[in-house]
């Protein structure tokens, strides 16, 4: 949780930066609601700001599994690497979307770092992706 205030105009900025929707799993809150939070990419315990360029949006899953972590083991080479940055990394060159869009893969260090560490296919959550795209909310198409 933040220790420092974020005022509402900054929260909706952010919103609309991340186009209301996890910065990490691109779950959007057309689906789950307004539960979506703020994240800091660099955390505040790590001596992160509040800054508008620190801040994304992020579902409860990814943000509880990511803490005040900034890396993760890459369960392929075994190093550590960075999570994945909604801020300045481009979603689509660090995962794709497998088995019709229920599981995300990471195709970089980086990516499959932050798949690991955040969760990302925990079974209850691709089960959920699975009723999703049967009615057409997901995935992304962009």
Known sequence: MSRTFVADALR????????????????????IGPLLELDHIIPEARGGTSDEQNLFLACPTCNSHKAN???????????????????TQRWIEHFE?????ARIRGRTREGRATVAALNMNHPDIVAARR???LAGWHPPSD
Request: hydrophobic fraction near 40%; charge should be positive.
């Open 131 to 133: 009723l999703w795209c």
């Open 97 to 101: 979307w497998v088995e019709g869009g």
């Open 12 to 31: 909706r900025r952010v919103a609309e930066a991340a186009r209301f929707r996890c910065g990490y799993c691109l779950t959007s809150r057309r689906i």
């Open 69 to 87: 972590r900034v890396e993760a083991v890459d369960p392929d080479t075994g190093a550590v690497a960075p999570f994945f940055n909604p801020r």
